[in-house]
């Protein structure tokens, strides 16, 4: 460590390592700006890939005391009382099984996860329609936002435009958003992310803006439900797109809240 220099100003010897991005710090102050800087919360990943050459024993005891808060937390999910109420499973079984003729396939978490507790996603059998939560992700602007009950048959280029189009976007979003607004549409790409593929060889497939919703989710695995990350095609990322083989920039905030 003390022969290490500090990876944000330079000048003095590194007395820190962040657990998170293993950068190198003096200070608090230091920290502070690294973790600014890299949009770094500084909680270790504990679903970081680590090869066999570098895993050490503190490394099994840390997966070792992971996998012991996942079966705390899926014991007590299993305990919560709506896991058994019979309204609640047909309702999931339905909407599971509604998906499932749309060629797509929607799987639920256990009552507890994050994105159970917060999926709205309905299906009306009345329209034979589902109406879904959906999640944009800016990656360039650090920013990210929740749409709820947005019909399937909705294009993605109408579903983005009050966030990106120059015109009909709100204002406050816009001036967040305006590497987006500045930006050609033809240089606008969405991707998401494809699900059940190792932690080191995660992959996204590019959707169509012109095409709705549902023809874009159809054949593909959700997870409660889509999460969608809009990037530039002229912003170099490290995103890899299935089956064109190059990479896009994203920031860390993006990473270290979606990779694992």
């Known amino acids: ?25 003096c200070s608090l102050l230091c920290v502070k700006k690294h973790k600014l800087a890299l949009s770094c919360n500084g909680v270790r990943d504990k679903t970081a890939f680590v090869s066999v050459n570098e895993f050490t024993d503190l490394n099994l005891l840390s997966d070792y005391r992971f996998l012991e808060d996942v079966g705390r937390t899926a014991d007590a999910a299993a305990r919560h009382p709506t896991m058994h109420s019979p309204t609640t499973k047909k309702l999931l079984c339905c909407l599971r099984n509604k998906a499932r003729k749309c060629n797509i396939d929607l799987r639920t978490l256990p009552v507890g996860f994050t994105k159970r507790r917060e999926n709205s996603t309905t299906f009306n059998c009345m329209e034979n329609k ?9 990656p360039h602007c650090h920013a990210e936002y929740t749409l709820k009950g947005v019909p399937d048959d909705k294009t993605l280029a109408d579903i983005l435009k009050p966030y990106i189009d120059p015109v009909e976007s709100d204002p ?35 959707l169509d803006a012109s095409r709705s919703l549902l023809d874009n989710l159809k054949g593909k695995v959700i997870i409660e439900y889509p999460t969608l990350f809009v990037v530039l095609k002229t912003l170099k990322n490290d995103m890899v797109v299935l089956g064109q083989g190059k990479h ?13």
Not at 130 to 138: D, G, I, T
Not at 248 to 260: G, M, N, Q, T
């Open 1 to 25: 460590m003390s022969l290490q220099r500090c990876e944000t100003c330079s000048e003095e010897e590194a007395k820190y390592r962040c657990p998170r991005c293993m950068k190198y710090s």
């Open 248 to 260: 896009i920039f994203i920031s860390c905030y993006a990473i270290l809240r979606y990779f694992s």
């Open 172 to 206: 406050v979003v816009c001036q967040r958003l305006k590497i987006y607004t500045a930006s050609p549409q033809s240089d606008v790409q969405i991707l998401m992310k494809i699900e059940n593929r190792k932690q080191n060889s995660v992959r996204y497939n590019e």
């Open 130 to 138: 589902f109406y879904w939560h959906l999640k944009l992700v800016f």
